[in-house]
Nanobody
Framework: VQLQASGGGLVQAGGSLRLSCVVSGRISRINNMGWFRQAPGQERELVAAITSGGNTNYADSVKGRFTVSRDNAKNTAYLQMNSLKPEDTAVYSC??????????????????WGQGTLVTVSS
C-alpha cells in the first residue's frame, strides 16, 4: 500500500493550490485521512482531517480558507487551499488509516504516510 501526495508548488499570496493524496494497493477500506504540514524549524501540525463519512475538522489557522474532501471511489483525498499566505509555506503530507489485504487475503489495519509535497507561498 502506498500513499502518493501531489499538487504542491510555488504560488503568490492570495493564490490557490489543490493537493491530492492517492492511496493505492489492496485496500479494503479507508477510514480517516489527514493532511499535515511542517515548516522549517517547526513541529508538524494537523491541517485538516476527514472521516470516511465526510466529517471534517481543521486547524484554526486554515478555517475558512482550506477545504478537505475525498473521493472514496478513487481512494483519494484532496486539500483545496485558497487565500494562501506566506505562513502557509511548508511541506504538506497526508496520512490514512485503512484496512488492506495481506498475502493471506486477511484484512489488516494500518496507518501510513505519504511523502511530502512542498508548498511555497511568496509575499
Amino acid at each position: 500500500v502506498q500513499l502518493q501526495a501531489s499538487g504542491g508548488g510555488l504560488v503568490q499570496a492570495g493564490g490557490s493550490l489543490r493537493l491530492s493524496c492517492v492511496v493505492s494497493g489492496r485496500i479494503s477500506r479507508i477510514n480517516n485521512m489527514g493532511w499535515f504540514r511542517q515548516a522549517p524549524g517547526q513541529e508538524r501540525e494537523l491541517v485538516a482531517a476527514i472521516t470516511s463519512g465526510g466529517n471534517t475538522n481543521y486547524a484554526d489557522s486554515v478555517k475558512g480558507r482550506f477545504t478537505v474532501s475525498r473521493d472514496n471511489a478513487k481512494n483519494t483525498a484532496y486539500l483545496q487551499m485558497n487565500s494562501l499566505k506566506p505562513e502557509d509555506t511548508a511541506v504538506y503530507s497526508c496520512n490514512a488509516d485503512f484496512l488492506y489485504y495481506n498475502d493471506n487475503d486477511e484484512p489488516v489495519a494500518q496507518r501510513s504516510w505519504g511523502q511530502g509535497t512542498l508548498v511555497t507561498v511568496s509575499s
